[in-house]
């Protein structure tokens, strides 16, 4: 078994059941199956791929997506996945780094697609635009690939140094998807949005290859920007289940009243953490609406945990680990802690990445003994329920005491006024560190910084409180709404 020939599958059964909406059109489980026959044919007798040889996905979000997937795996090839948002030298890294043979692009990308060339001038391109179908019998046989082959390598983000490519097989895939669909009850009738970048991790799992191996639709988005277009597509389209970054939720929850999602059964968060106080504005919003936490890092494929949809989930938590997968709080010597006690969050289970690819020292630092060392923080309760208190390397140490910024932040997120909070640590030659707040206020709020110090300092312990709180129009984040606290440390740096 493999990703290429569970979807055949699929196809067999959902043949023109459809697959994807896109604005007006709506794409059959056939027209991806036809176009990705044309892709492996193209791959394999004009470009020479064969069984092993990586292919870069280098698309912005598109039908074409899943297409160039299913069309390099019938080839044979590992599906190198390429960060849309990248510059072309940035690209240019992981091209030589994954050893690429050919980038599969589009014409939106054009002109990085020359600066690249100039970069790279023997790399080799398939345009997207050149897509046709054919019959699938003119494409060469499909692979016979097992769930121990690569399937693909997805490159970390890449916030200190270099990014890393995560060697993920088929059956990590395969295993993910599989609790995936157990966990949220996924339905063949199933209308996934999805407005999130493709090429990230959750993505990729969740929106992308769970609703087309179970036989569901992905409601793509075209534009999230105006909101609006978000709405008209999850109302006109009829989605079902919205698995989002917690800004989406935010921007759900401040709806006017009025506006209702009445075709919504779930909303999944994932990709940052979710603000307690979200949560709380959601449910106020839609109280019949579940919005649950799940949590994963891309080297596990990426999900690990999820509330539970029938239960009771758990307000803060990221909920229980998904079957198949098991969970472990350890500390830097690798023993297991008890119920309630704060470590590293450790993964183990058939999700889990082979490793790094090239890089078997990073490998052995971070697969220890069959577990994954995530270099997240967290604890478990005595249900099994788990809490992320922060990164690793996020993690203050004012006077030698830890700090998690998540709980201050959560404490930021309460007072009135606030829309968005993040905190780091600065530099302190009597304390080792500080804690600085950077906030967001609601439009036409005016922050009252005493106020807001003396909130916190009601709530929270004195070497936790932040000395100062900056104003900005923004947090910066990633594609996917992670707060890129390394920016933030660098304006930090102009403001002392």
């Known amino acids: 078994m493999n990703l290429f020939s569970a979807f055949a599958k699929t196809v067999v059964r959902r043949r023109y059941h459809p697959a994807i ?13 036809q176009r990705a026959a044309w892709l492996a044919r193209a791959l394999v007798r004009d470009f020479g791929v064969a069984r092993g040889d990586r292919v870069a996905v280098w698309l912005k979000n598109s039908p074409e997506f899943p297409v160039a997937l299913f069309g390099v795996w019938r080839a044979g090839g590992v599906v190198t996945v390429i960060n849309n948002f990248l510059k072309p030298e940035e690209v240019a890294f992981i091209l030589g780094d994954s050893g690429a043979r050919v980038v599969i692009t589009d014409a939106s990308l054009a002109e990085n697609q020359a600066k690249l060339a100039v970069l790279r001038p023997d790399q080799r391109f398939i345009r997207i635009e050149d897509f046709r179908a054919i019959a699938e019998a003119d494409a060469p046989a499909p692979a016979g690939l097992d769930e121990s082959d690569l399937a693909a390598l997805l490159y970390t983000s890449g916030t200190t140094g270099h990014p890393k490519g995560a060697m993920l097989t088929h059956g990590n895939f395969l295993a993910n998807v599989r609790s995936c669909l157990a ?10 949005l999805v407005l999130l970048p493709q090429f990230h991790s959750f993505m990729f799992t969740v929106g992308t290859l769970c609703p087309l191996l179970k036989g569901a639709s992905v409601v793509l988005v075209k534009s999230v920007s105006p909101f609006k277009h978000v709405l008209d597509d999850i109302i006109h389209r009829r989605a079902t289940i919205l698995p989002a970054v917690p800004p989406i939720h935010r921007a759900l ?3 006017p009243v009025g506006i209702e999602l009445p075709s919504l059964r779930l909303c999944v968060s994932g990709g940052a953490p979710l603000p307690l106080e979200v949560l709380k504005q959601f449910h106020v919003r839609f109280p019949k609406l579940p919005l649950i936490e799940g949590y994963g890092p891309t080297e596990s494929s990426p999900v690990a945990t999820v509330n539970p949809i029938y239960g009771t989930p758990k307000a803060g938590s990221v909920g229980v680990p998904i079957p198949e997968v098991d969970l472990s709080i350890r500390d830097d010597a690798g023993k297991e802690l008890p119920v309630g006690a704060t470590g590293e969050i450790c993964i183990r289970g058939p999700n889990v990445m082979r490793g790094y690819w090239q890089q078997p020292e990073e490998t052995g630092k971070t697969i220890r003994d069959a577990w994954l060392y995530t ?7 005595a249900d099994g329920f788990y809490y992320i208190t922060d990164r690793k390397k996020d993690m203050l140490l004012v006077n030698g005491i830890n700090v998690y910024p998540r709980e201050v932040e959560e404490v930021i997120h309460r007072f009135p006024g606030i829309k968005d909070a993040a905190v780091i640590g600065v530099p302190d030659a009597r304390k080792g ?20 110090h003396d909130f916190v300092r009601e709530k929270l312990a004195d070497y936790k409180v932040p000395r100062h709180f900056r104003v900005l129009p923004a947090l910066p984040r990633n594609a996917t709404g992670k707060v890129l606290k390394t920016a933030l440390r660098e304006m930090a740096k102009t403001l002392s």
């Open 21 to 33: 909406f896109w604005g007006e059109a709506q794409l059959a489980y056939d027209w991806i199956a």
């Open 375 to 381: 270099g997240d923080i967290g604890h478990r309760d």
């Open 433 to 452: 560190e500080q804690p600085l707040a950077f906030v967001v206020v609601a439009e036409g709020v005016t922050l009252d910084e005493k106020a807001l």
């Open 183 to 192: 966990c949220l009850d996924f339905r063949d009738e199933d209308r996934l």
């Open 253 to 255: 929850a401040g709806l």
